[in-house]
C-alpha cells in the first residue's frame, strides 16, 4: 500500500499556542487529503477535505478560522490548530488519496497526538 | 439513518474461529468499499477492498458484497489474538466527490 507520513507523531502546548501539522504522501500522487480527528474511544470524524491547489472543504462544525489546512502541493498538506485550548486535545490523523475515480482508497498517516495544556 | 452502520460490538471470538464482521450501508448508488483495521492509539490500516458483488479473499480475510441487500461483510479465519482490533467500514458514495463514509466500528476480541 501507498505510504503516508505525519509530523509530529505528538506534540504538547500551551494553551493560546498554534500547531502545524504536515502530512506527507511519499510514493504516490495526493490530489485529496483528508484529516479527521479521533476523540478516545470514539469513531473518526471527518474535519476537512483539502484538493491540491484549492481551498479545503471543512464539515458542518469545524471552525476553519481555528483550523487551518492547506494543501500547496500533491505530496503535502498542512493542518495548523490556531490558538489551541484543552479541549483541542486529541488524535489528528491526516489520509491521502490519489483520487482516480471511484476506487479511490485512502491511506491514513500514522496520527498526530496533540495535548493543549 | 446513519449512512453507513456496524455493530459496536465488542465481538469476541475464541483463536482459531471465524470472525464475521457486518456492515450497511444507505446510499444505492456506493461503488467502493473498505474495511481497514485500528489498533487502539493507532491510525487505520487498508486491509480489504471490494468493488462489485461476490466474495474477495486476500489471505485469511474475505469481503463479501451484496449490492442489492446494501451490506459489506469481513470474514477472518483462523483469528488470532493479534487481530484484535476495531474495524471500520468505509463506503465511497456515487455522490459527494471524492469523501469516504465511516462506520463507527466493530471492536473484535479473539480470545486466547
Known amino acids: 500500500g501507498a505510504v503516508v507520513s505525519q509530523h509530529p507523531s505528538r506534540v504538547i502546548c500551551k494553551s493560546g499556542t498554534s500547531v502545524k501539522i504536515e502530512c506527507r504522501s511519499l510514493?504516490?500522487?495526493?490530489?485529496?487529503m483528508f484529516w479527521y480527528r479521533q476523540f478516545p474511544k470514539q469513531s473518526l470524524m471527518l474535519m476537512a477535505t483539502?484538493?491540491?491547489?484549492?481551498?479545503?472543504?471543512?464539515e458542518q462544525g469545524v471552525e476553519k478560522d481555528k483550523f487551518l489546512i492547506n494543501h500547496a502541493s500533491l505530496t503535502l498538506s498542512t493542518l495548523t490548530v490556531t490558538s489551541a485550548h484543552p479541549e483541542d486535545s486529541s488524535f489528528y490523523i491526516c489520509?491521502?488519496?490519489?483520487?482516480?475515480?471511484?476506487?479511490?482508497?485512502?491511506?491514513f498517516g500514522p496520527g498526530t497526538r496533540l495535548t493543549v495544556l | 439513518q446513519k449512512e453507513v452502520e456496524q455493530n459496536s460490538g465488542p465481538l469476541s471470538v475464541p483463536e482459531g474461529a471465524i470472525a464475521s464482521l457486518n456492515c450497511t450501508y444507505s446510499?444505492?448508488?456506493?461503488?467502493?468499499f473498505f474495511w481497514y483495521r485500528q489498533y487502539s492509539g493507532k491510525s487505520p490500516e487498508l486491509i480489504m477492498s471490494?468493488?462489485?458483488?461476490g466474495d474477495k479473499e486476500d489471505g485469511r480475510f474475505t469481503a463479501q458484497l451484496n449490492k442489492a441487500s446494501q451490506y459489506v461483510s469481513l470474514l477472518i479465519r483462523d483469528s488470532q489474538p493479534s487481530d484484535s482490533a476495531t474495524y471500520l467500514c468505509?463506503?465511497?458514495?456515487?455522490?459527494?466527490?471524492?469523501?469516504?463514509?465511516f462506520g463507527a466500528g466493530t471492536r473484535l476480541f479473539v480470545k486466547a
Open positions: 471490494i468493488y462489485s458483488n
Open positions: 489520509s491521502a488519496s490519489s483520487g482516480q475515480g471511484p476506487r479511490n482508497e485512502q491511506f
Open positions: 446510499d444505492r448508488g456506493s461503488q467502493s
Open positions: 510514493d504516490f500522487q495526493a490530489t485529496t
Open positions: 468505509a463506503v465511497s458514495p456515487l455522490t459527494g466527490g471524492f469523501k469516504t463514509i
Open positions: 483539502s484538493n491540491e491547489g484549492s481551498k479545503a472543504t471543512y
